[in-house]
Nanobody, 118 residues
């Protein structure tokens, strides 16, 4: 049974920091391409950051220089370090894992709320 469990969300003031975690089980984490998405109220889900199985990263323009995605294959966990948070970063953040083994496997976490407000 595959599970992706996000944690680390919460309420933070503008300019503050949070670190999100995504703990994976039931998959071969080291071969999975991992992504963070977010969805604000009334908005479409958008890609925030991605890290491949090889460790290559990319970011949405809106978070470049402020967010850092990383992974620890020994712990089957992905992280998103979020600094200099802005009110527009407020959203539910979702973890996504996908990999190909004959077919495409694609999994989602349940999401964690991040609220940036004074």
């Amino acid at each position: 049974q595959v599970q992706l469990v996000e944690s680390g969300g919460g309420l933070v003031q503008p300019g503050g920091s949070l670190r999100l975690s995504c703990a994976a089980s039931g998959i071969i984490f080291s071969i999975a391409n991992m992504r963070w998405y977010r969805q604000a109220p009334g908005q479409q889900r958008e890609l925030v950051a991605a890290i491949t199985s090889a460790g290559n990263t990319n970011y949405a323009d809106s978070v470049k220089g402020r967010f850092t995605i990383s992974r620890d294959n020994a712990k089957n966990t992905m992280y998103l370090q979020m600094n200099s948070l802005k009110p527009e970063d407020t959203a539910v953040y979702y973890c996504n894992a996908n990999f190909i083994r004959s077919i495409l496997y694609d999994y989602w976490g349940q999401g964690t709320q991040v609220t940036v407000s004074s």
